[in-house]
């Protein structure tokens, strides 16, 4: 699976947008790229997902450029609930069972 | 429908027990994926089952099993416990393989 990088945290305030951007250089052809958003002793929630260029639906949207060597999830509007981690993944799940690699996802801290 | 669920929630055993877990995941779902989440080493794939038959593990000794039943529900099970397995175990199903949906999680604490 093509590893990721996103950055360990971020702050931001409630109303402004928030953007994470997720670096997956060696992303393979039949690779998808997936959103979680995980609370404290929670299991992670799907968030979004897509193959390229823009996703959206009623949480956030995802940007995927031509090359699809990042992405970048957005979030309109925060508030203090979407303080959490978010995770991007990046792999093809078709076809040989579902196994997540998990990187180590991006603190989003979201305060008044 | 009901999401995934999973039973116990909490759950507290001294080493050198073994231990149970309970997944029941989502209605139509046949792919069951568990996972375990410690602070240090983040989430990792333990092994997913689909039909019955496991079709994908991680890499975790042999004292990490489980089981998927007829209806789809999958139990993992750890036997002589050790301290450092004290995590949170999260169940994980899906109907297509692109999208998993996780249950709560079970948090288990070896003493």
């Known amino acids: 699976l093509a590893k990721t990088t996103q950055p360990i945290s971020m702050d931001s305030y409630e109303g402004q947008e928030v953007n994470i951007t997720c670096s997956h250089n060696?992303?393979?052809?039949?690779?998808?790229i997936t959103w979680y958003q995980q609370f404290p002793s929670q299991g992670p929630r799907f968030i979004i997902q897509?193959?390229?260029t823009k996703v959206t639906n009623e949480v956030a949207s995802l940007f995927i450029p031509a090359d699809r060597k990042s992405s970048t999830l957005s979030l309109p509007r925060v508030s203090l609930s979407d303080t959490a981690v978010y995770y991007c993944?990046?792999?093809?799940?078709?076809?040989?069972?579902?196994?997540?690699?998990f990187g180590t996802g991006t603190q989003l801290k979201v305060e008044l | 429908k009901a999401g995934v669920t999973q039973t116990p929630r909490y759950l507290i055993k001294t080493r050198g027990q073994q231990v149970t877990l309970s997944c029941s995941p989502i209605?139509?779902?046949?792919?069951v994926s568990w996972y375990q989440q410690t602070p240090g080493q983040g989430l990792q794939f333990l092994f997913e089952?689909?039909?019955?038959?496991?079709?994908n593990k991680g890499n975790f000794p042999g004292r990490f099993s489980g089981r998927q039943f007829s209806n789809s529900r999958s139990e993992m099970n750890v036997s002589t416990l050790e301290l450092g397995d004290s995590a949170l175990y999260l169940c994980?199903?899906?109907?297509?393989?692109?999208?998993?949906?996780f249950g709560p999680g079970t948090r288990l604490l070896v003493l």
């Open positions: 994980a199903s899906s109907d297509r393989e692109e999208t998993q949906y």
């Open positions: 060696n992303i393979a052809t039949n690779d998808y």
């Open positions: 897509g193959y390229k």
């Open positions: 993944l990046v792999g093809d799940y078709k076809g040989g069972g579902n196994k997540l690699t």
């Open positions: 209605s139509g779902h046949r792919s």
């Open positions: 089952y689909f039909s019955e038959t496991q079709r």
